[in-house]
């Protein structure tokens, strides 16, 4: 397994940082900012190890503290630019070097994006996410893709972006146009992040998300189970999200979609690497480590069925991304999400 050096330092600071030892306990964050308090794997895997019940009772205390019990919040996500990608993310089918049948896209034009954020809007969404396949902007790519913030904004609705790595500027200039949310995953914990991507590291994850932060932009990061990773891998990439200061407003945590093609398909078979109330905890331990942050359910919502679903809800879950695709991967579609929120009670925002 190779691990990033930057990786290993940032581990190494966790373990070594002051409240290290502060046990199974969730912090008592209930400010967003500034948290003092850092998190180490090993407190957040004891929190995963937690007896199911007493797990997703924590859980859903302190969920209740921060939000509204019965409400679950609905992101669109459009893909604004599908394949050709020049990355080596391993679970990704729009990697132009993996052979997915997904096939290299031209920007959308304004008018076709803006035509699915009314779609998204009159179906209930409240955040419309413009997704990318780049290793970053180009400068040439991002002037039209600023004229999309504009114009999404314009029809009454959160934006968000994800669009790759940003260079210095380019997050202000987002900024500037409108841009409410970027989205910029951590993917994993950072001794795995080498198994995944080798085209990036780490640290270049952060540094854009230092970027986003400086430019008084929203974050929205998270990551991706079921790739293979340990459950101390999980742990870790949940403490490196609840450890950025102040911890990201929205956690989009996925359930991995094995493409056929892809790196993650090939080693793993195509069966889960993950069983659905391991998810779930996944889903309890971002709740208690992160008390205010919007989390998620994404990529893999369908294949996790109704009722993994519902308990992911009781676990403190309070956002999906809603519509019939997800970049290049089904999504439930919306009537289903409909009739699943009404049976569990849950209103949308
Ligand atoms: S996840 Fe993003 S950066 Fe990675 S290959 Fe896919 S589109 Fe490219």
């Not at 934006?159 to 995953?185: P, S, V």
């Not at 109330?277 to 331990?285: D, H, Y």
């Amino acid at each position: 397994m190779s691990v990033p050096p930057s990786a290993e330092r940032m581990t190494d600071a966790i373990a070594r940082s002051p409240g290290a030892s502060a046990a199974t306990t969730a912090r008592p964050a209930g400010t967003i900012a500034g948290t003092p308090e850092r998190w180490t794997v090993d407190a957040v895997e004891a929190l995963f190890a937690l007896p199911f019940t007493e797990l997703l009772h924590r859980a859903q205390t302190t969920h209740r503290e921060h939000h509204a019990p019965d409400t679950v919040q609905l992101s669109t996500l459009l893909s604004i630019k599908t394949g050709g990608c020049s990355e080596d993310c391993g679970y990704c089918p729009q990697a132009a070097r993996y052979h997915t049948g997904v096939e290299s896209e031209a920007l959308l034009a304004q008018d076709e994006v803006v035509a699915a954020a009314r779609a998204a809007k009159a179906a209930g969404a409240s955040r419309f996410c413009m997704g990318a396949a780049w290793r970053g902007p180009k400068e040439r790519d991002l002037a039209p893709v600023l004229d999309m913030v504009r114009a999404v904004k314009a029809e009454g609705l959160e934006t968000c972006c994800t669009l790759g790595m940003l260079k210095d500027g380019q997050a202000q200039a987002l900024k500037d146009a409108g841009l409410d949310y970027y989205n910029h995953n951590l993917d994993t914990a950072p001794e795995f992040y080498g198994d995944i991507v080798t085209t990036r590291d780490y640290r270049d994850r952060l540094d854009t998300l230092e970027r986003v932060r400086e430019a008084g932009i929203s974050v929205c990061c998270g990551g991706i189970v079921g790739m293979g990773e340990s459950r101390r891998g999980r742990a870790g990439l949940l403490a490196q999200l609840a450890n950025l200061d102040p911890y990201p407003e929205s956690v989009p945590i996925n359930h991995l979609v094995q493409v056929e093609g892809t790196p993650l398909h090939d080693r793993l078979g195509g069966e889960p690497a993950l069983a659905p109330l391991e998810f779930v905890r996944t889903i309890a331990v971002a709740r208690l480590t992160m008390p205010k942050a919007m989390v998620r359910l994404s990529a893999g919502r369908r294949e996790l069925g109704d009722a993994v679903q519902a308990l992911c809800f009781l676990a403190g879950a309070n956002s999906i991304f809603y519509g019939e695709r997800l970049l290049t991967t089904g999504n439930p579609d919306v009537d289903a999400d409909r009739a699943l929120l009404s049976a569990l009670g849950l209103a949308t925002a």
